[in-house]
């Protein structure tokens, strides 16, 4: 491995260590539980629509190192702070960091009906 590498992983540790939600986060897999470290996103981004409007985009995700989720799937349940979510993605590795995209919910229970507007 090369020292720009190393320099690159450790650099990395040290980011995750600080903006990551640690032993908050776990998945299920491979019969057991996994805690991880990651960094969790809620972005909150609007996106705007030919024609008028904006679709309010609300896809969590995380990004964790890719040797912490090794056996991860999708439709597998991730929870965070003690809220259920469900793989919908997971990314290709990139330098040892892979972002997993989620949708709110347990695998399996499908998503909430829209019974109203959003204002």
């Given at each position: 491995?090369?020292?720009?590498?190393?320099?690159?992983?450790?650099?990395?540790?040290?980011?995750?260590?600080?903006?990551?939600?640690?032993?908050?986060?776990m998945?299920?897999?491979?019969?057991?539980?996994?805690?991880?470290?990651?960094?969790?996103?809620?972005?909150?981004?609007?996106?705007?629509?030919?024609?008028?409007?904006?679709?309010?985009?609300h896809?969590?995700?995380?990004?964790v190192?890719?040797?912490?989720?090794?056996?991860?799937e999708?439709?597998?349940?991730?929870?965070?702070?003690?809220?259920?979510?469900r793989?919908?993605?997971?990314?290709?590795?990139?330098?040892?960091r892979?972002?997993?995209?989620l949708?709110?919910g347990?695998?399996?229970?499908?998503?909430?009906p829209?019974?109203?507007?959003s204002?």
């Open positions: 491995m090369s020292r720009f590498r190393q320099r690159l992983q450790q650099a990395d540790k040290r980011i995750t260590r600080i903006f990551s939600e640690y032993e908050e986060v998945w299920y897999g491979q019969r057991k539980w996994h805690f991880v470290s990651a960094i969790f996103e809620t972005p909150d981004a609007p996106v705007s629509v030919p024609g008028g409007g904006e679709i309010q985009d896809a969590p995700a995380i990004s190192m890719t040797g912490d989720i090794a056996g991860l999708k439709e597998s349940l991730v929870v965070i702070r003690n809220q259920a979510f793989v919908t993605h997971i990314g290709s590795d990139e330098e040892g892979t972002r997993v995209m949708a709110y347990e695998p399996g229970a499908g998503q909430k829209i019974d109203q507007w204002s």
